[in-house]
Nanobody
Framework: QVPLVESGGGLVQAGGSLRLSCAVSGRTWSNYATAWFRQAPGKEREFVAGISGSGIMTRYIDSVKGRFTISRDNAKNTVYLEMNSLKPEDTAVYYC??????????????????WGQGTQVTVSS
């Protein structure tokens, strides 16, 4: 595994926006499929968004389509999750993850090799 570091979480009112960042040091992200997962209290960890190593292919869970955008800047070894029109049900700990063996993202947590420590996102009514 390689360490990933998330940042950008916080408290925001419903309808607001946040941008999460996930950075890795010591190696390139250019060939790593990367994804964001989230876990709310009492719920299992769920896939939110994923992006291919090149940044061309993306996928999203239906509940965030049109509101969230995943992107990456491989020159900075950073992946982003732009979250707009946030809803209280988006409240969770958000984790970034990298699959070191694939270039396209999957939705299964077990496929990912490296995980960040998580960043809390809280959306108030």
């Amino acid at each position: 595994q390689v360490p990933l570091v998330e940042s950008g979480g916080g408290l925001v009112q419903a309808g607001g926006s946040l941008r999460l960042s996930c950075a890795v040091s010591g190696r390139t992200w250019s060939n790593y499929a990367t994804a964001w997962f989230r876990q709310a209290p009492g719920k299992e960890r769920e896939f939110v968004a994923g992006i291919s190593g090149s940044g061309i292919m993306t996928r999203y869970i239906d509940s965030v389509k049109g509101r969230f955008t995943i992107s990456r800047d491989n020159a900075k070894n950073t992946v982003y999750l732009e979250m707009n029109s946030l809803k209280p049900e988006d409240t969770a700990v958000y984790y970034c993850a990298a699959d070191l063996n694939k270039s396209t993202p999957t939705t299964t947590p077990n496929n990912y090799d490296s995980w960040g420590q998580g960043t809390q996102v809280t959306v108030s009514s």
